[in-house]
């Protein structure tokens, strides 16, 4: 599959930078869930000095004349090695391409940021933060520039998160969703049913942990490949040899730690199955942030908020928590895992409104991107959408525009990547159900192989052999439809609230 | 102190060199408390690299002409800037004349042997950890080969751990020691006195964890630079920014833990009394494995065995674990405290017959790096050997040759710096004891900061900037003298046993 000559020489090359980089994915991980305050500063400068290493191996100038070699032998290569050899050629062409001071500035510019969107938000104080969005933006655009894509540099954003995905696509599917998750929403949020998760308190934390672990083992997570801790924000890191998952615990919002433990389950899943054997090199690896948001929604969503799920799950629930469950029905309690709230944080929304808050900030970013929107006038644009879009004119900044870290990090083409996720999810579903119509009563019996067992073949053991948009007709028949996902969450969500 | 301008450049490249250093010591520490054991694999990967871009650091070319340069301008240089030259030349030259597929090979196999060991201790199975345990007797012969060593292989590896120590004067030592510490031990055994440390059982894991943190904070632990956690076996790691200890619970055995972890801590705090400002270059870094274990053991036997710390702590440890403690008297708690018992395992021996345990591995390393004895014959010689010095025969290889992790990384040459620093803690305490004689009387009072104070003073703050014996000379006014340690032991126990 890859013996071209070439590609072997690249192997060997990728091989060390991967062991690089997934080293210094572990000094992130451990900077959130072990780092002694003190050690902040060494931590800094341990990334530091092990990116420029990092850096070097990529930017080798031995690997040019290797993809050069690659590209014109291109229609003599099997598919594995044009798929190595294109990963090889957008990594490399990215080390190489950005000057070296573009590069410092950006490094200092993301902790400079970063710091001062933390104080903004704190004293919510947008201008504060304005000046280093705005060079947030600039600094964006120049490297789209660098890379060649001048032209359409918020295409050239959001193909780093999804490769082949275009803005215009996106923006189909999303005014598309608008029209009827819109109605859809207003419509539950309208309803009397109303989920009663203020009754959810006092929930230990060494039970909700050992509860979580055996769900996420039952799902199918490889604990002999993987571990879960706490930290401040919900994650998924490592790779299949060795898969990082943390949750945080609140003895009063236990749904959150179960849900989003779930949530990163479904992403270690995927990491899990990526072929082990191919991991330094595309043909192990994630297709992108669209797909890799599509398993963790899946399993949250799809299988974990399901009636058969918690057949299954409701009455070690219940032998966990007697007292803290007592008062509530069934019914309650699917319900509230069900909830729907009007909430203007994207991160504490359920699966109907979060949606909402993913086509709002698709909608800035384009315009900030493409010189239609100014930073200074982004509160007012982000209360006068979110006001149309969600239904909620935010209190403060701090609950609006502030809330998010990521433009903090110049990371504008990020967030459409989160609904491309759940319209998959909803897409895979759908094909799953079709091919094995009985799978529900799997899990109603706390049986997930026959789910997993169809995602290892349909997406994890293909790595990036295919683009997001290719693997997904591939498996389902069609491209990316976000009927899937209005048609999922209608079916769910309008017999539970009507 | 450090402005020549070699010294100068020479630090610049140090700093990179430690961060890359300190990050492949996260790495093995994270081995022993996290790594997932389908991790095991890629960890020795991820170790390989990062120990070849460190290798590559370290032989940097341009380091040769700035070491020659200080080497010319010897005598005008401040000692300090003397100690920088002289580690970094140590260390180059180490650096230079090891080849690079040496050290990648050694770094893969000290992750190899370390799971090799693991699985044969576990199934009391030295024959599966043999061939790693030959290669690694193999390697270091070879290591001092390439150093320059061939003739004086053993020599060269405890100059490795104890700077400017030899086999020679250690055996001098050992043999002072085995004289009488033997018929100490002897007598002491035969004692009818008894510990009742069977007595203690039961004591809940949190709770024996939230004491030792207590302890550990008192003595004067600084946890906002660093933690403790659990691994197999206890060890410090890390620096001071980011000190690191690791412990482990039996509910039957709190002593175990309790005193371990203020072992580990007088560890953590020689690490963080070290310059912060200097932590890249010698005047930053503890001088060798004794001076390092001498502050251990202060801590641990002379502080923390002593009636006045417990006059403090006693109170505290019943009102923790008021029931385990009900059937024992003071007089009982101390006796366990001070527990001599026969036992095959060093690190569950109490600072009488631990000394003995140093003296068997002592023997049988330098009977294996001098040829004299092959790895297949350890076992049977370790067993003669165990008998003759320590009284016992090990039921075991578990209880025997398995049961240490040293030698799985190759580290010969370390087990004597366990005995060294006993030796070099007696000849500390009844210094300090002389400059401060009612220094106890702090400890019955929960006060620890004037001995720290006096080891921040004497030993930590100056770094490197003395060899283990010029430093012990310099502080007690005489090099190492077994004398002090035999003193130590006979007054703690004499009057405890008899």
């Known amino acids: 599959m890859l013996q071209h000559p070439s590609v072997q020489a690249l192997l060997e090359k ?12 572990l000094l992130g991980w451990d900077e959130q869930v072990n780092l002694p305050p003190g050690g902040a500063e060494q931590r800094a400068q341990q990334m530091a000095t092990l ?32 798929t190595v050899a294109k990963q090889t050629r957008r990594d490399y062409d990215r080390a190489t391409r950005l000057p070296a001071d573009y590069v410092a500035e950006k490094a200092k510019l993301d902790s400079q940021a970063y710091h001062a969107w933390v104080q903004a938000r704190e004293n ?25 894509h001048g032209e359409n540099p918020y295409d050239y954003l959001i193909d780093l998160f999804d490769p082949g995905m275009k ?89 959150d730690s179960l849900f989003s433990s779930i949530h990163e389950t479904g992403h270690g899943l995927y990491e899990q199955g990526l072929p082990t054997n191919q991991l330094h090199n595309a ?9 890799h948001e599509s398993q963790s929604r899946l399993w949250e969503n799809q299988v974990s908020r399901s009636r058969e799920f918690w057949q299954f799950f409701e009455p070690k629930y219940r032998e966990t928590f007697p007292d803290q469950l007592a008062g509530l029905s069934s019914d309650d309690l699917y319900l ?62 701090k609950e609006g525009v502030l ?15 989160y609904c491309l996720g759940n319209m998959i999810a909803a897409q895979l579903w759908y094909k799953v159900l079709e091919e094995i119509p009985d799978l529900p009563n799997d899990f109603a019996e706390g049986k997930f ?44 969500y309008m017999p539970l609230y009507q």
């Open 14 to 25: 990728l091989e060390k930078q991967h062991n690089l980089s997934s080293i210094l994915n």
């Open 51 to 82: 990116s420029e290493v990092h850096h070097q191996l990529a930017s080798d100038p031995t690997v040019e004349p290797l993809l050069q070699k690659l590209e014109s032998d291109w229609d003599t290569l099997t598919q594995q090695e044009q």
């Open 124 to 148: 919510d104080d947008f201008a504060a933060f304005a000046p280093y969005l705005k060079r947030q933006v600039d600094m964006s655009i120049q490297g789209a520039e660098f890379l060649g």
């Open 167 to 255: 803005a215009e696509t996106i923006e189909g599917f999303f005014s598309t969703l608008k029209a009827e998750l819109v109605p859809l929403s207003q419509a539950i949020l309208g309803s009397p049913i109303k989920a009663k998760t203020e009754r959810l308190r006092g929930f230990p934390v060494e039970k909700q942990e050992a509860f979580l672990k055996e769900v996420t083992k039952t799902l199918g997570f490889d604990y002999h490949r993987g571990r879960i801790d706490v930290a401040v924000h919900p994650f998924c890191s490592g790779n299949a040899n060795d898969t990082r998952l943390t949750t945080r615990f609140n003895e009063d919002v236990p749904l």
């Open 283 to 291: 043909l192990g690896q994630a297709v992108g942030m669209g797909i």
């Open 336 to 397: 509230a895992i069900n909830a729907v709230t009007l909430c203007p944080i994207r991160v504490d929304s359920d699966e109907v409104t979060y949606n909402l808050h993913i086509l709002l900030r698709f909608e800035l970013e384009k315009k900030l991107i493409g010189g239609e929107l100014d930073v200074d006038d982004l509160p007012a644009e982000w209360n006068r959408l979110s006001q149309e879009i969600i239904g909620l004119t935010p209190a403060s900044d």
């Open 403 to 417: 809330q998010d870290v990521h433009w903090s990090g110049g990371m504008f083409g990020y967030f459409p990547s």
């Open 449 to 492: 192989d026959r789910l997993l067992t169809w995602l290892r073949d349909c997406i994890h053991q293909h790595g990036k052999l295919y683009d997001t948009q290719d693997l997904v007709t591939r498996v389902t028949g069609e491209p990316i439809n976000p009927q899937h996902l209005i048609r999922y969450l209608k079916d769910r």
